[in-house]
């Protein structure tokens, strides 16, 4: 479904991505790991069309997508969250999510019919889907950051993707916290049929729920395979899990 | 439909406020219709303003341009030409809204700051040759003495003639902030970066709101014509499109009605205190102070935050 | 409508001349503005009041001592300074508490400045025209290109470039320069590193305001000093220090030589419409290149 070839970005001299390399199939829940700097955020950040890449392409359903803007790329089916909860601060949390279903229903320039009848139902489903039912009228800024990381889901989910995109979706969250959020997304990706891609720096997390582990250190990609061939890859582990 | 928004609550106390003002001119003195009449273009056009400020989050700093130039619109089709007086009425929002486009356009590829003083920039232009181009437009001097209809040229004529045209306006606005396209707006304002990845094109989206906004500009100048009789530079000058900026934050930017609680504030300060002293100007810097200092969130807001989600129902009409 | 008359290289030339002292003036103004927008990322709008307090400072401390030649040089010297007095008076009671504010709020608070200021002036000074007489040794004029040309512009000429080198070495050489163009960049690191930034702005903005008053007071024999000169003025900065890039010092020269030469040559081809010849020249640069002409400092 998505395939990233050979990707390259620089920042002045700084390599953030030097040789990246990704394959995700449909309906897989594929990981990307690798220390701090790896590139992992610049590698997503391409692929949402956030950054243009130096070099490189990205696939997407047999479409390039590469030189996209955000907006077209998220029109194509490709959603994602944000590792710093990246909301609407001033609008409920109702509103935060139905503004993306508004989007997703190509109605965000629809000027004379009352937002507050449209699309309720999605909205209110996706709220229910991740726990957020209760919020909805709340302040999305006066919100705690935990539900800040649920609403941040549901903003992604409103555009009904094919494959979400998550970046760091268990950062700064307790053990329970952790499993309950990776729990919500493996049955959302059941019960949505949805292709999950995402980066994480929790091993537990990753080895637990990822079908594929695609391992990249200092921008280039070491390696892409299932759980046991990373664990047991002598190369990952001079990399990362046991040396530097 | 309708019923959903403009309901008894959310329309309730305007409507009384509208009635109200519907029958006061038999009753006060001619002075105060003036007043009056005078509070409700400014309001249009503080509304106008907030539309891309309060709900849309961009920096425009010279939105008085567009309010210029709807007013000199209409006051050189009505001097200058012999066409029908409904034609330069309609002419003035539109040419004031493709102003807008245009300018809007240039504007739109930057932000924030950049985005302001561009905007200033270009705006200062139309300045210039109004300001120089004596022969069509009378400089420094502006026109005076145009004519407008019978019905609409005495005081109380104008009064109703622009209460009314405000209270349209008010309504189709309540709309768009209503529908769709106002709930993007305002998530546009709140976190650009995220609209793009949810798919929305923030540039065309802030671009259509620029054009909207400036045709409600455009009207508020006409509606100036018919209540003075006369244009000036003036108008078309940055210092008081800072005034229209400051409207907007005293009434609360966040607010739907807060800009006309601005606008009434300003025009009957200044004119109550223009009696008493020249030095308006820094009493009106003052208030900015005092305004950022110890209300950010403007009069209007203050007022809802204290009152709490009661009193933003009568003014937002509804939560979610 | 009247086009110049035949324009012949001596007019050129004069006129070009003209052009460049304007644009020392404009240069150290915006330069100034420039400075405080670089390193607090808000442009002053009330720089065009200051401007106009050096140019009435400049012409009641030359009254106080005379009015002849004394008079011009001790107020060209002093004015600057009860500038700067003023405008770190604003900044140490009011401005300071708002540097952790979004910036929207600072801009606006120097909209209020810009207020009041224009009333106190009018306060102190009245609506009046009040002018100043340039000294002895830079009345008249020379010939230049067959044209007579004021001594004082050719003064100008010589003051512009020094201004510019002195704010040049300022800047890149002396340690509170090179802190203040760290901050412009980078305040937090600056913060970190120990060094007290709200200091550093109430430098750079009351050097800011400083230059702003010796522009007003360079100019104050050559125009009539009245109360709508910071509305003028400000516009102007503003647009050169858009066209020039934010923040850059160069770019403000740059901004300033265009906006200069232009209404000049406005003059000798359209004298009418000489004022919106700049801005056409804004208009064009900013299409061409919307940040400016030079890399904003940020």
């Known amino acids: 479904m998505l395939q990233v070839e050979e990707m390259y970005k620089s920042f002045d001299d700084f390599k953030a991505v030097n040789g990246a390399n990704l394959t995700v199939e449909k309906g897989e829940l594929v990981a990307v790991i690798g220390p701090n700097g790896a590139g992992k955020t610049t590698l997503f950040n391409m692929i949402t069309g956030q950054l243009k890449p130096d070099r490189g392409n990205v696939i997407f359903n047999d479409e390039d997508i590469s030189k996209l803007p955000p907006y077209e790329i998220c029109r194509k089916g490709i959603a994602r969250s944000f590792q710093i909860a990246n909301i609407f601060p001033r609008l409920t949390v109702f509103r935060n999510v139905q503004v993306s279903v508004l989007s997703q229903q190509g109605k965000s320039r629809n000027l004379f019919h009352p937002a507050q009848e449209l699309a309720v139902e999605e909205t209110k489903s996706i709220l229910e889907s991740v726990g957020l039912s209760d919020k909805a009228g709340n302040t999305a800024g006066s919100l705690a950051h935990g539900d800040q990381r649920k609403l941040e889901i549901a903003i992604a989910l409103g555009n009904d993707p094919e494959l979400l995109i998550l970046d760091e979706p268990t950062a700064g969250m307790s053990p329970e916290e952790t499993a309950a959020t990776m729990e919500l997304i493996k049955q959302l990706a059941n019960s949505r049929g949805l292709t999950i891609l995402f980066c994480e720096h929790d091993m537990e997390v990753v080895f637990n729920f990822a079908q594929s582990i695609m391992v990249m250190h200092l921008g280039l990609t070491i390696m892409q395979g299932e759980p046991d061939e990373v664990r047991n890859s002598s190369r990952v582990q001079e990399c990362y899990l046991g040396g530097a | ?320 | 409508m009247e086009f110049g008359q035949t324009i012949t290289i001596s007019a050129l030339g004069s006129q070009f001349l003209v052009g460049l002292s304007r644009a020392m003036i404009l240069f150290i103004v915006s330069s100034g503005m420039s400075f405080v927008l670089g390193v607090l990322r808000v442009p002053n709008v009330a720089h065009g009041s200051l401007y106009m307090i050096g140019a009435f400072s400049a012409f009641s401390i030359s009254t106080l001592f005379g009015g002849g030649s004394t008079g011009f040089w001790l107020a060209l010297i002093l004015a600057p300074f009860v500038v700067a007095l003023v405008s770190l008076i604003a900044e140490r009671t009011l401005f300071c508490h708002l540097y952790e504010r979004e910036h929207l709020m600072l801009l606006l608070f120097t909209f209020a400045l810009m207020l009041i200021l224009g009333d106190l002036v009018k306060m102190v000074w009245g609506a009046d025209y009040r002018s100043i007489m340039a000294p002895e040794l830079l009345r008249g004029s020379v010939s230049v290109f067959d044209s007579p040309f004021p001594r004082y512009n050719l003064f100008l000429l010589i003051v512009g470039p020094l201004v510019g080198i002195g704010l040049w070495f300022f800047s890149n050489k002396t340690k509170i320069g090179k802190i203040a163009r760290a901050a412009a960049v980078d305040r937090e690191m600056v913060g970190a590193i120990g060094i007290n930034v709200s200091w550093v702005f109430a430098f750079a903005f009351v050097l800011g305001c400083f230059l702003a008053g010796l522009g007003g007071a360079l100019v104050s024999p050559m125009v009539s000093i009245t109360i709508g000169m910071d509305h003028d003025i400000i516009i102007e900065a503003f647009l050169i220090v858009t066209i020039g890039g934010l923040g850059n010092m160069w770019g403000a020269l740059v901004g300033s030589l265009i906006f200069g030469l232009t209404q000049s040559f406005g003059v000798l081809f359209w004298p009418q419409f000489a004022i919106v010849f700049p801005y056409i020249a804004v208009v064009i640069v900013l299409t061409w290149r919307p940040k400016g002409l030079l890399k904003s400092v940020w």
């Open chain 2, 1 to 320: 439909m309708f019923r959903d928004i403009f309901n008894l609550k959310s329309v309730g106390p305007l409507a009384v406020v509208f009635i109200i003002l519907l029958f006061l001119p038999p009753i006060i003195p001619r002075f105060y219709i003036y007043i009056l009449a005078v509070i409700f273009v400014t309001a249009l056009v503080a509304m106008s303003l907030n539309m891309v400020v309060g709900h849309g989050g961009l920096f425009q700093f010279h939105h008085g341009a567009f309010y210029g130039v709807g007013a000199y619109t209409v006051a050189l089709m009505l001097t200058k030409t012999s066409l029908p007086t409904w034609v330069g009425f309609v002419a003035g929002p539109i040419i004031a809204a493709l102003v807008g486009l245009l300018i809007g356009a240039f504007c739109v590829r930057l932000t924030k700051l950049y985005f302001g003083m561009l905007q200033i920039s270009l705006g200062s232009l139309i300045w210039a040759i109004a300001f120089r181009w004596y022969s069509l437009t009378g400089g420094d001097d502006g026109i005076h003495g145009i004519t407008m209809p019978s019905i609409i040229s005495s005081s109380k004529g104008a009064y109703y003639f622009t209460l009314i045209v405000l209270a349209i306006c008010l309504i189709v606005m309540y709309m768009i902030f209503k529908s769709p396209f106002g709930a993007t707006l305002q998530a546009i304002r709140d976190n650009p970066e995220r609209c793009e990845a949810i798919g929305i094109n923030v540039r065309r989206h802030q671009l259509i709101a620029i054009v909207i906004a400036t045709f409600f500009a455009g009207i508020a100048g006409v509606l100036f014509v018919v209540v003075e009789g006369s244009v000036f530079p003036d108008l078309l000058f940055w210092v008081l499109s800072l005034e229209i900026f400051i409207m907007c934050l005293l009434g609360g930017w966040f607010t739907f009605a807060g800009p006309i609680l601005g606008a009434a504030i300003m025009i009957s300060l200044r004119t109550f205190v223009g009696i008493h002293t020249e030095y308006w100007t820094l009493i009106l810097g003052i208030i900015l102070i005092l305004l950022i200092f110890f209300l950010p969130e403007g009069v209007w807001g203050y007022i809802l935050e204290k009152f709490g989600r009661q009193a933003r129902e009568v003014v937002e009409g509804g939560s979610d």
